[in-house]
């Protein structure tokens, strides 16, 4: 077990260098000059000059890679031109708030979706099953961002329950989050219906019926956890679905996440802070789907790691 | 008609600002109508600002915050008058070189210490050294040669030029004003969040990414004439910052914010809410404007200019484009633009015409070709209008009335930086731009061939010099404004540009901020959307 996370944290490298030249590639294509950019429209060419030797953009393609590189593995991603602050620290100090949606998002998710999937499913209930067959339809084709304005209007200009401009409260935190699992809950209400109608079929519950065991013991015993591999999958999926989600929702409702930091750096043309924001991105959806891959042993003992 | 539609448009005005003052409401008891200190006034705004430090700044976000922690010499009344503020008196020399300020000896920074005339003169002259690439303050002492302080209270400004637009730049406090030299130089970086000033607010709170927390400066003791002269009323003022402007019309409707610009298309939706007022001012400068590139064919031929002048449905444009919130503009500045010769709006003789303007055209050696497109020596009139994505609409609405002319145009959409680097580099023949600015010296930097950094029409006509520098140093008042007329003549006799239209702003300000906040002439016209806060006070929610 051990060797396996030690070497799948191995395996973590290449990709993380792929991210790298991937997102230094792209920005190299971009038009413009970050110097220009950094200083505005009336600083003189001097001065424009001299903030492209001190940031070594006159320098190799290959130089600048390595120090970038280098930088980036001591934890330095540059410094934002917006706010003059390291990137990297910027960053860390939004992600709780980010980190708070999309945890609170994902538990909606996880427990809303697969609620729903078993229960459509084993209640055998053609209605109930068609109903939740149209609302994961609605949760899937209903973009956030819609979704998001729609329901201010409803819960918090209508019917005036939450505040419709945001706050750091636990309340305040209920509306998006129930926005953003929509989506990823309706995706996995119905990977949870696919997969358990898969293993009801299986010969092994049959054979257990046949044994005479009870209901809920198949239930609970054979299907469900003979069910959860595909669905742990899709949650690890869908984290990537959460954060890009971050990015809409944040600005909707005037959160001050990583989403929110996105979307101003873009607009204010923050290269560095873009960068590292993508940079970061890449490295949390590796380790989310490092944790999955690890729980799928404890889900099913026959997986095992060599 | 366009008479009457100005008319009816500052009868509107005039309208709104009588409703701007308290109006007794029935169900309140009358001790409503006496200011009464505290409250939180909440402000949306959908940008945060870059930093606070005022000579570092360049956006109107961080203007907005700066202007109520500082102040600078003079300010505006609500009349639209220069009145004295950080500056008891000043004087200007004869050849307008020199301009001293006395300063008021009561002013104290939030934190007790006094205001010297050494921390202007220091905090001006950091703004005027090009090191510093100051954005905004940069520019508005671009003419001042040196700041010096006489003694504690006299700072005297020397200038390169007589400068006549100087009088608005000082009464920007959100770009210049004074700060302590010891607390900037302490820590350079750390004062542009924890900045300190002479205003009327101190920061308390700033959280990034979601608010700016201010709070009222008990050290501000004193105000301008036309006020009660004293601290604020309002405690605290918290300006949010929310990016998406969906989430601001509904944080009004909600009752959440209390003070918000918002689009033409809401203003019924807000009004009728029945908690708002929902103010209105046309915005100042030239935007949006067409930049012909007078260097290169075929916008060097006066002729065509003309035509491309008369051959806009300016009417039909603002109704499309703009859902109706614009007044046309004829000339290269708006009425509510200081200084303008606002008479000369609709008096320089381009109505659309699109008979004269195909006459013009043939004049100029253009006959119809194939499907109706112009050609001059067997080429046919083909151009690629630049814009920015802001002015998409506007820009398609002109690609259509110019097919009418017989000139076929491709739209041709860029970022807003890369527009600026084109246009400042010549090579475009024809595009969509638009300029904000409080005064007129906005021509200077448009149409004098040396001094222009916006001179994207390429002009080198030293008359156009001529009279541009006319405004700039001409300081009786009267010799100015005739100087302004025969600016403003000349620039559209060469048809230089195609103004287009002026933008009418918006700003809902709830019914709880009691006491004359708005004023027509000042409040928008900077394009800054700052309310008269100094008389205001707040009933409670």
């Given at each position: 077990m051990i060797k396996y996370v030690f070497i799948r944290l191995l395996t973590i490298i290449p990709v993380l260098f792929g991210v790298m030249v991937f997102t230094f590639v792209i920005f190299q294509f971009l038009p413009g000059d970050p110097a220009a950019d950094m200083l505005g429209?009336?600083?003189t060419p001097e001065k424009i000059a001299e903030v492209r030797a001190e940031l070594g953009l006159d320098d190799p393609l290959w130089v600048q890679f390595g120090s970038f590189l280098t930088n980036a593995m001591r934890g330095d991603l540059g410094t934002s031109f917006r706010g003059q602050r390291p990137v990297l620290q910027e960053i860390l100090s939004r992600f709780p708030e980010t980190l708070k949606l999309t945890f609170s998002g994902m538990t909606i998710a996880v427990f809303g979706g697969v609620g729903a999937g078993i229960i459509a499913t084993v209640s055998k209930n053609k209605w109930l099953e068609r109903f939740m067959l149209v609302f994961t339809l609605g949760g899937l084709s209903i973009p956030s961002f819609w979704l998001a304005i729609i329901s201010i209007l409803i819960f918090s200009v209508g019917l005036n329950w939450f505040s419709a401009t945001g706050g750091d409260g636990w309340k305040d935190l209920i509306l998006p989050s129930f926005v953003i699992a929509a989506g990823p809950a309706a995706v996995l209400a119905r990977t949870t219906r696919t997969s358990l109608l898969q293993v009801t079929r299986a010969e092994y519950v049959r054979t257990a019926r046949a044994k005479g065991a009870s209901e809920r013991r198949v239930l609970l015993k054979h299907i469900l956890s003979n069910a959860m591999i595909p669905i742990v999958t899709v949650i690890g999926l869908q984290i990537a679905d959460l954060m890009t989600g971050a990015v809409f929702i944040e600005s909707v409702f005037a959160r001050s996440g990583v989403g929110r930091l996105a979307i101003t750096a873009v607009f204010s043309r923050d290269y560095p802070m873009i960068r590292g924001i993508v940079i970061f991105g890449a490295f949390v959806y590796i380790f989310v789907n490092l944790f999955i891959d690890l729980l799928y042993g404890v889900l099913d003992p026959r997986i095992r790691y060599e | 008609m366009k008479r009457l539609k100005i008319f009816m448009l500052v009868l509107i005005l005039a309208m709104l600002s009588a409703c701007a003052s308290p109006a007794p409401v029935e169900t309140e008891a009358p001790a409503s109508n006496t200011p009464q200190v505290g409250g939180t006034l909440v402000v949306a705004w959908p940008q945060e600002p870059r930093t606070l430090d005022p000579a570092l700044n360049g956006d109107n976000a961080g203007e907005f915050v700066s202007n109520l922690i500082g102040a600078n010499l003079a300010t505006y009344d609500p009349e639209g008058n220069l009145v004295p503020y950080l500056a008891e008196s000043w004087t200007i020399s004869e050849d307008g070189m020199v301009w001293e300020f006395k300063l008021r000896k009561d002013i104290k920074y939030s934190d007790g210490t006094p205001v010297t005339a050494h921390d202007f003169a220091w905090e001006y002259k950091r703004a005027m050294n090009p090191e510093t690439a100051s954005p905004a303050a940069g520019t508005m002492l671009a003419f001042t040669a040196d700041a010096e302080a006489v003694d504690d209270n006299t700072l005297k400004l020397t200038f390169a030029v007589p400068f006549y637009g100087f009088g608005t730049a000082i009464t920007n406090g959100g770009y210049l004003q004074p700060v302590p030299q010891a607390a900037v130089e302490a820590n350079p970086e750390a004062f542009g969040k924890s900045p300190i000033g002479a205003?009327?607010?101190?920061?308390?709170?700033w959280v990034t990414g979601e608010k700016i927390v201010l709070e009222r400066n008990p050290n501000f003791t004193w105000d301008a004439a036309f006020t009660h002269g004293g601290p604020y009323y309002i405690q605290n003022i918290e300006v949010r910052y929310i990016p998406e402007y969906t989430t601001i019309v509904a944080g009004l409707e909600a009752g959440e914010i209390d003070y918000a610009v918002i689009q033409a298309k809401d203003v019924q939706r807000i009004k009728d809410t029945g908690k708002f007022q929902v103010y209105e001012s046309i915005q100042a400068g030239v935007s949006p404007y067409i930049s012909l590139n007078t260097s290169v064919a075929p916008f060097d031929d006066l002729k065509v200019r003309q035509a491309f002048n008369h051959a806009v449905d300016k009417e039909t444009l603002i109704k499309v484009a703009a859902l109706g919130a614009g007044v046309i503009q004829d000339?290269?500045?708006?009425?509510?633009?200081?200084?303008?010769?606002?008479?000369?709006q609709e008096d320089f003789g381009y109505g659309f015409d699109l008979e004269k303007a195909k006459q013009l055209m043939q004049e100029a050696g253009y006959t119809a070709g194939a499907n109706g497109i112009l050609e001059k020596d067997g080429a046919p009139l083909k151009l690629t209008l630049l814009t920015d994505a802001v002015r998409v609409k506007v820009a398609e609405v002109l690609q259509k009335q110019y097919q009418a002319l017989g000139v076929e145009i491709e739209i041709q959409t860029v970022e807003g930086s890369i527009m600026f680097d084109t246009l400042r580099s010549g090579d475009y023949q024809i595009a969509l731009n638009g300029v904000t600015y409080p005064?007129?010296?906005?021509e200077m930097a448009m149409f004098h061939s040396e001094f222009g950094a916006y001179n994207f029409g390429f002009y080198t006509d030293s008359a156009l010099d001529d009279l541009v520098m006319g405004i700039i140093v001409t300081m009786d008042p009267a010799a100015n404004a005739e100087a302004q007329q025969a600016l403003e003549q000349h620039i559209m006799e060469q048809a230089y540009i195609v103004p287009l239209y002026s933008p009418v702003q918006y700003i809902a300000v709830s019914n709880r901020v009691k006491g004359s906040v708005f004023s027509e002439k000042v409040s928008l016209a900077a394009g800054l959307t700052q309310l008269y806060l100094n008389d205001a006070w707040l009933e409670e929610k």
């Open positions: 429209p009336l600083a | 205003g009327p607010y101190v920061l308390k709170e000339g290269p500045c708006s009425s509510t633009q200081f200084g303008c010769w606002s008479a000369t005064t007129t010296d906005l």
